[in-house]
C-alpha cells in the first residue's frame, strides 16, 4: 500500500473517532430519531472516503456537516416522492394495482427520472410532465399554463436537453 | 463534465427536434426537415439516439403513476386531496374486550357496517357520514346540537352549513370533538384515540380532567380516557380507507396485519420473529387476501391458513 493511501486511512479514522459521535447528535437533532441519523453518519463518511479528501480537512465540522445537509436534503426529497408515490398508488383502481415487487422497482425509476429533471424550473417541469406523462399536445398545454404554443415547445426542447446532459453526467458518475 | 462544443450544440438541436416531433400537432415538413438535419452530420444521430435513451427512460413508468408523482409537490397533492379531510381517531378507555361487549348496543345503533364493508349516509342537515368497516354510530340531532355518537370502528363525517347554526359534535368515550371544520373521520381502538385535522381545527375536550386542546389542519392528536397526547404532523395514510386502501411506510408488519384484520372476519397472526420487519406498499381493504399475497410475494413471507378465519404470517426463511 503506497504512503499517501496510509496516510490517508489513518485521517479518515482520527476523522471518524474524533467527530462520528458529534455528527450522529447533530443528524439526530434534524431527523428526530436514532436510526436515520446512524444510517446518514455513515453515508457521510462513505462520501469522505470516496472523495480522499480526508488529509485536507482544515475544519472537520463544518466539513462534514456541509456533506451531511447535501444527504439529508437527498433524504427528505426521497421521502417525499415516495409519499406523492403511494399516493398515486392507493388513488389507482384495486384491480391495477402492481405488485409489491412492482411497486419497489416503479418507485426506483421514478426517483432516477426525479433526478434528471431536479434543477428544472417549475413551469418548465410542468409543461414536460403534461406532455411526457399526461400525454397532452402542446396546444392543450398551453391552454393549461395560459402561455403559447411556441412557449410550451421551447419548454419541451429545454426540458429534455436538460435531461439529457443530466443522464450522461449521472453515466458518468 | 466537458462534452465538446458541437456536441452540446448537437445535443440542444436534437432536444429541439424532439420537441417539434411531440407537439401532437406535428406537419410532415417538421418531420422532412428532421430527417434532413439527421442524416446531415454522424453528431446528429448520435445526439439523436441521447433523445430516444432519454425518452426510453420516461417511458418505464406508467404516465398515470409518474405525473402526480413527480407534479412539484410543495403546491399540490396530499395537501389538495386531503386539505378537505378532518380526521378524528378516537376509542374508550375500556379496551377490545369491553367494546366489544356492547355488541348488542352495536346491533340497535342508528347506522352500522359489517367487516369490510364500507357505506356512506346523508343525515337529516343535509351532512354525510362515510362508515368503514365494522362501525356503529348514534345519530342525536336536537334543537341545540348535531351529535354523533361512535360506538365503534370509524367514520368520516362531512357537514354540511347548518341554518340553526348548531354545533358538530362527535362523541366517542369520553373525549368529545367539536368540528371546526367540514369533514373529519373518528376511529374507535382499544388502545386510545386519535384526532388527525386536515382543514381548519377541531377542539378536542376530556371534560372529565377538563382537559382542552386545539388541533390545526395538518395535525393529529391522541387520546384515551384519561389524558389527550401530543400533537404530531399527518400523512398520506391518513384516510387512505375512502379509496380502500392502506398506505404503509415503514410500518411494522404485526401493525399493519393489524390493520389489516380490521377488514376481515377472523384472526391473523404474525409470528413475533418478523413483527418488526419494516413493510413499505400500499394494500387494498377490499381484498384482503390479495393484500396477504402482496406480502407474501413482496417480502418472502409464508401465510398459512389452518381455516379460512386462522391465518398466521411468519418468515418464509423457516424450513
Known amino acids: 500500500m503506497p504512503a499517501t493511501d496510509l496516510s490517508l486511512r489513518s485521517a479518515v479514522d482520527v476523522l471518524y473517532s474524533d467527530h462520528h459521535s458529534w455528527l450522529q447528535g447533530w443528524l439526530r437533532k434534524r431527523l428526530g430519531n436514532a436510526f436515520d441519523a446512524a444510517d446518514l453518519t455513515q453515508d457521510t463518511f462513505v462520501r469522505v472516503i470516496k472523495a480522499r479528501s480526508a488529509l485536507d480537512i482544515r475544519e472537520p465540522r463544518p466539513y462534514l456537516s456541509m456533506i451531511a445537509k447535501g444527504l439529508l436534503i437527498d433524504l427528505f426529497r426521497r421521502r417525499s416522492l415516495e409519499q406523492s408515490y403511494l399516493e398515486a398508488l392507493a388513488a389507482m383502481p384495486q384491480e391495477q394495482l402492481p405488485s409489491l415487487e412492482e411497486q419497489a422497482i416503479l418507485l426506483q425509476a421514478l426517483m432516477e427520472i426525479d433526478r434528471l429533471l431536479l434543477g428544472l424550473g417549475p413551469r418548465v417541469r410542468q409543461a414536460f410532465i403534461l406532455s411526457q406523462f399526461d400525454g397532452l399536445t402542446y396546444p392543450q398545454i398551453a391552454e393549461r399554463l395560459g402561455v403559447s404554443v411556441r412557449t410550451v415547445n421551447n419548454h419541451m426542447a429545454k426540458a429534455m436537453e436538460h435531461c439529457c446532459l443530466m443522464q450522461i453526467q449521472l453515466q458518468l458518475s | 463534465m466537458n462534452l465538446p462544443a458541437e456536441e452540446l450544440q448537437a445535443i440542444r438541436m436534437a432536444a429541439q427536434w424532439y420537441a417539434r416531433l411531440h407537439s401532437g400537432i406535428t406537419t410532415d415538413a417538421d418531420r422532412a426537415g428532421w430527417n434532413a438535419w439527421l442524416s446531415a452530420d454522424p453528431l446528429h444521430s448520435q445526439a439523436w439516439q441521447r433523445m430516444t435513451a432519454v425518452a426510453e427512460q420516461m417511458a418505464s413508468v406508467p404516465g398515470a403513476l409518474a405525473a402526480p408523482t413527480l407534479s412539484e409537490r410543495h403546491n399540490r397533492s396530499r395537501r389538495q386531496v386531503l386539505r378537505s379531510v378532518l380526521l378524528l381517531t378516537s376509542a374508550s378507555g375500556l379496551g377490545w374486550l369491553g367494546w366489544r361487549s356492547q355488541a348488542t348496543q352495536n346491533l340497535l345503533c342508528d347506522y352500522r357496517t359489517a367487516v369490510g364493508e364500507r357505506r356512506e349516509f346523508q343525515l337529516a342537515d343535509g351532512s354525510t357520514v362515510l362508515l368503514n368497516t365494522d362501525t356503529s354510530v348514534n345519530v342525536r340531532f336536537d334543537g341545540r346540537q348535531r351529535l354523533l355518537e361512535l360506538l365503534w370502528g370509524e367514520i368520516l363525517v362531512t357537514t354540511a352549513i347548518d341554518p340553526l347554526q348548531r354545533p358538530f359534535k362527535v362523541i366517542t368515550g369520553h373525549v368529545e370533538v367539536l368540528a371546526l371544520g367540514t369533514r ?60 380502500g386502501s392502506i398506505i404503509a411506510i415503514d410500518r411494522p408488519l404485526a401493525a399493519l396485519l393489524d390493520e389489516l384484520s380490521r377488514y376481515r372476519n377472523g384472526v391473523l397472526r ?38 379460512r378465519f386462522w391465518v398466521r404470517v411468519s418468515s418464509g426463511d423457516q424450513r
Request: glycine content about 10%; aromatic content about 8%.
Open chain 2, 270 to 307: 404474525c409470528d413475533p420473529v418478523i413483527a418488526d420487519l419494516k413493510v413499505s406498499g400500499v394494500f387494498p381493504v377490499d381484498n384482503t387476501d390479495l393484500a396477504l399475497a402482496a406480502l407474501e410475494s413482496g417480502f418472502s413471507l409464508r401465510v398459512t391458513r389452518y381455516s
Open chain 2, 184 to 243: 373529519f373521520i373518528v376511529r374507535g381502538q382499544a388502545w386510545g384515540g386519535e384526532v388527525a385535522v386536515l382543514e381548519k381545527a377541531v377542539e378536542v375536550s376530556l371534560s372529565a380532567i377538563g382537559s382542552r386542546m386545539r388541533v390545526e389542519a395538518g395535525q393529529r392528536l391522541d387520546f384515551n380516557d384519561r389524558s389527550l397526547g401530543t400533537l404530531r404532523g399527518n400523512d398520506v395514510s391518513v384516510g387512505a380507507w375512502q379509496k
